[in-house]
């Protein structure tokens, strides 16, 4: 009976004397950390996609908290909903940011951009592109191979089967960004959502001359000029024989596209035209047919 | 007999055009002279559109050190100067020019007279190859004068002339050994005098004996003093300066450093003729020899073509493409590129064009590594080719730093060697790549 009592009241002893010192050094060395980085972290949504360009989520809560004002922090994936949740914490406020999306600028499905070779290496674009230019006439556009698929954490691209082009996820993407810097080609790119997703973009990266252009796509800008002379804002620009809407400029009033006449300017969510509008394309596109033919 | 002491392999020879006179090809209609088809930064075009040109003038002028000069190497109009598809798979800035007629510019001597004496100082001889534009015609496209000129505090001790054409299929240096010993002999002596030594050693590689016994009854008829010929067991990469070096005289670069660290200068054979044709004769480089090779060629041989003109036209002098082609490969097949066309221009590195049947062409499946460390046997460079595919792949770039991916050679050994048909060097240059980027950026 005694040997348990020693025991009890030694280990009793000992425990409470360990306890005490640990009590006094943590007291001594106790870190003092800001409670709000805890807070914002909750916030967030600990995808750690490095779209806000700190190293995750709780390096962007530490820069929260050291920035004097929010301006130019912004977390791609959360949002203003987050933003807002963020800015509520901290005392301050949130400034507003457009909502953005990964967009790609080629249209070079299989049968608009005709292969004229086959390549059967690694499965990687990174790879592929520092081989050549790539399975078709085209040595701009998208290799198809999927390194975007790859690198995006919110499964919001994808390879469509069909025109072996990725396509992106509206409802999934975050525009994080991590696809634009993957992209060894460089076409992706991050462009305003625009109300109700509705986008204008020119879907196309080649820098040929219009006839080396088209000869290997047939989607592809010709540098034709004819939408810079259409769109009355400006927004549209030309360099090395490739058209560019600025995405700042652009009102999305859709006088660019009908006057593209290799269809590259793509336009996204919009309704259908009205009637006379839509036989004038479909007759041009009828025209241009027949010259083919 | 001497070879390099870590890794290598010994894929098939293949080597059916060996033996085979070289044939001067036609001259084309067009000639697409790239202007950076070297390694470098590019040259600046210094003729405009409608200009009349000579063969041998000066066309682009180098811009920087490590750059060089391109000439003509046709007479005639410069139609236009424009971006055109080259071997790289890419589109470059080219000047194309319509061959009219064959009229060379005076001051070079079209003669076949061997020209011995050489009465240049050094400098004046470095100063006439880096205006002659001369490159390094192995493959790797390295200006040759900045290889003459050693950094200060650095001394060169001895001459290696890389006469060893491990790649498979490839003859053109040997042919050329061949036919112009003498020549070589003599660029070996211009090219000892540049560096101011008296030693120099030619390494040829066992599977060419008549030019291993032509060189040595060459020296001894012509009584040249410090030349040496060095018998070297077929192995590839033998070829590759750092294992060349090894095998020829022993020594072992340091990783990262390059061969004048340990007192070597490496030439390629063919580069050495350049020097003899461009110092002697006044004649800048402007055409090189070809092999056309594969195992449904017709006819494979070794083409003396002008530098511009497209591969398609080499072609056929050597009969027709064969049908059952799958891949054309400029260069051998262990270290060249696969192009997408014939219409690509031959360029300073291009040393042959390999035709690949349809069977040969295409690319074992890939399977999961077996951990069998035949990649790490192989790697002349004594590196981990396993372990750095798979650094590149999960982006562990500071480890695959460590591991030294930036000392690979991309000889392909590895890819070869796989039992597994594992895409090693692709993933290990692309990581490579990568990690001279971050160090580049780091050093800023």
Redesign the interface.
């Known amino acids: 009976m005694s040997v348990i009592l020693t025991a009890i009241v030694v280990l009793s002893v000992v425990g409470a004397g360990c306890a005490g010192i640990l009590y006094l050094i943590g007291q001594k060395f106790k870190v003092e950390e800001d409670p709000r980085i805890q807070q914002v972290q909750d916030v967030l949504p600990s995808a750690n996609c490095g779209g806000c360009g700190y190293p995750g989520c709780a390096g962007f809560a530490v820069a929260c908290i050291k920035a004097d004002s929010l301006d130019g922090l912004n977390c791609p994936p959360g949002g203003a909903d987050v933003m807002q949740k963020v800015a509520a914490i901290l005392g301050r406020t949130a400034t507003a940011t457009t909502k953005k999306i990964a967009v790609l600028r080629c249209n070079g499905s299989c049968e608009e951009r005709p292969h004229t070779n086959q390549y059967e290496g690694a499965t990687s674009c990174a790879i592929a592109s520092a081989l050549y230019g790539g399975e078709t006439g085209c040595t701009f556009g998208c290799l198809g191979l999927g390194d975007c698929v790859l690198t995006c954490t919110f499964d919001a691209i994808h390879i469509n089967p069909a025109t072996m082009l990725p396509e992106v996820d509206e409802e999934k993407c975050t525009a994080c960004n991590a696809c634009v810097k993957k992209c060894p080609k460089m076409i992706l790119e991050l462009r305003k959502q625009g109300p109700k997703s509705r986008r204008i973009y020119v879907s196309c990266a080649n820098k040929d001359k219009g006839g080396v252009a088209k000869k290997s796509c047939s989607v592809a800008c010709i540098g034709c000029g004819k939408c810079v002379k259409a769109c009355t804002f400006e927004a549209i620009t030309m360099a090395n024989n490739l058209a560019y809407i600025d995405d700042e400029k652009c009102r999305l009033c859709r006088k660019c596209a009908p006057e593209c006449p290799t269809n590259a300017i793509v336009e996204l969510n919009f309704p259908p035209r009205k009637e006379k509008e839509v036989t004038e394309v479909t007759k041009v596109k009828e025209v241009t047919e027949t010259e083919n033919s | 007999m001497k070879t390099f002491k870590i890794g290598g392999v010994h894929p098939e020879e293949n080597k059916f055009s060996a033996g085979k006179t070289i044939i001067t090809t036609p001259l084309p209609k067009q000639a697409i002279i790239p202007v950076a088809a070297y390694l470098g930064a590019p040259s600046v075009p210094i003729v405009a559109k409608g200009d009349m040109v000579k063969v041998g003038q000066l066309i682009g002028q180098s811009g920087g050190f490590i750059s060089s000069n391109v000439h003509s190497s046709v007479s005639g109009k410069v139609a236009k100067i424009e971006?055109s598809?080259d071997a790289?798979?890419?589109?470059r800035s080219s000047i194309f020019i319509d061959v009219d007629g064959d009229e060379w510019l005076e001051n070079i001597d079209r003669s076949p007279e061997l020209v011995r004496e050489c009465h240049l100082s050094p400098e004046e001889i470095i100063k006439k190859i880096a205006d002659a534009g001369i490159v390094g015609l192995g493959g790797a496209t390295f200006p040759a004068h900045v290889k003459l000129s050693p950094p200060p505090g650095k001394t060169a001790e001895v001459l290696i002339i890389n006469a060893v054409e491990c790649e498979p299929y490839l003859t053109c240096d040997h042919e050329l050994m061949l036919e112009k010993p003498n020549e070589i002999l003599v660029g070996v002596t211009i090219l000892m005098k540049a560096l101011k030594i008296n030693r120099a050693i030619i390494g040829i590689e066992n599977n060419k004996k008549d030019a291993i016994e032509l060189f040595k009854k060459q020296i001894k008829s012509l009584n040249i003093q410090g030349v040496e010929i060095v018998d070297l067991k077929v192995q590839y990469p033998q070829g590759g300066e750092k294992q060349l070096i090894d095998a020829a005289i022993g020594r072992q670069v340091p990783s990262g450093a390059l061969p004048i660290e340990v007192g070597a200068v490496v030439m390629n054979v063919a580069t050495t003729f350049a020097v003899y044709e461009a110092v002697q004769k006044n004649k800048p480089l402007i055409d090189r020899v070809v092999t056309i090779t594969g195992k449904s060629v017709k006819t494979p041989g070794n083409f003396l073509v002008r530098l511009g003109t497209p591969l398609a036209n080499v072609v056929e002098q050597a009969g027709r493409m064969p049908e059952d082609t799958g891949k054309i490969v400029a260069g051998g097949p262990m270290m060249g590129?696969?192009?997408?066309?014939l219409d690509i221009p031959t360029a300073k590195g291009s040393a042959g064009v390999l035709f690949m049947t349809e069977k040969e062409a295409?690319?074992m499946q890939?399977r999961n590594c077996i951990r069998c460390a035949k990649c790490v046997n192989g790697c002349p460079m004594g590196l981990n080719p396993t372990e750095l595919m798979n650094f590149t792949e999960y982006e562990v770039w500071d480890k695959a730093e460590k591991c030294a991916i930036t000392d690979c050679i991309e000889c392909g050994s590895c890819s070869y060697i796989c039992p597994a048909y594992r895409?090693l060097l692709?993933?290990i240059?692309?990581g490579k790549?990568k990690v001279m980027t971050i160090i580049r950026g780091r050093n800023k």
Do not use: E, F, N, T
């Open positions: 971006d598809l790289s798979g890419y589109k590129r696969a192009v997408v066309s295409h690319r890939i895409p692709d993933y240059r692309l790549g």
